[in-house]
């Protein structure tokens, strides 16, 4: 009987984290670029949810190797590690690139499939959870996990960890703040976002 309880209990948690995951999907995906497949910024992110490399790297679509060699890291007031491009390169020559795509096709089959833009931001969301449960980070609570992983989206998880254990507050290069996708997914339901006044 015990074991039938526990073996309940995980479904339950797994269907439980698959309705967060799919909430912070859709109301990133509306967030960032408005649903669109073949969505790419000013400064080179991609597709629906606006993936850089390093998101890109960790959905294993694009090689680790070759962004090292080509970028190399400096502090500053805001960052630890703010990532600088080698050799003329930039984010948008990197991704243009096919050489540097783990799937076929690259960039523009990337940009094309709506299927492979989900499957790399499971596997983001499904890495930073974890992550943030390894830092002791609750995410029990539905509302606090789809903020949190909103979140992680713009600063990643270590100024998550940061927002979450003492309020620190995190910007990307455009000024948004981290605290703004915390909102927004804190009051996001079904992908529908709700900005606070």
């Known amino acids: 009987m015990r074991y039938i309880f526990i073996f309940l209990l995980t479904i339950f948690f797994a269907n439980a984290n698959e309705a967060v995951f799919d909430d912070v999907k859709k ?10 497949t073949n969505a790419v910024n000013s400064r080179g992110f991609l597709g629906k949810y606006q993936l850089g490399a ?6 294993d679509f694009v090689k680790l190797e070759n962004y090292r060699a080509l970028t190399y890291t400096i502090k500053t007031e805001t960052r630890a590690a ?12 990197f991704l243009d690139e096919d050489r540097n795509w783990l799937i076929p096709g690259g960039k523009q089959a990337f940009l094309s499939s709506d299927e492979l833009q989900d499957m790399a ?3 983001i969301l499904r890495k930073n959870a974890k992550r943030l449960q390894n830092a002791g980070i609750d995410l029990s609570n539905p509302k606090k996990a789809k903020a949190l992983l909103m979140s992680a989206h713009l600063g990643g998880v270590k100024s998550t960890i940061a927002l979450a254990k003492n309020g620190t507050d995190y910007k990307d290069e455009y000024g948004t703040s981290i605290k703004k996708y915390y909102q927004v997914g804190k009051n996001s339901q079904n992908g529908i976002i709700k900005f606070e006044n």
Do not use: C, H, P
């Open 27 to 36: 109301t990133l995906a509306q967030m960032e670029s408005g649903n669109k």
């Open 54 to 59: 390093m998101s890109l790297i960790e959905a």
């Open 82 to 93: 703010k990532v600088m491009w080698k050799d003329g390169y930039s984010l948008i020559k």
């Open 121 to 123: 931001m499971d596997r």
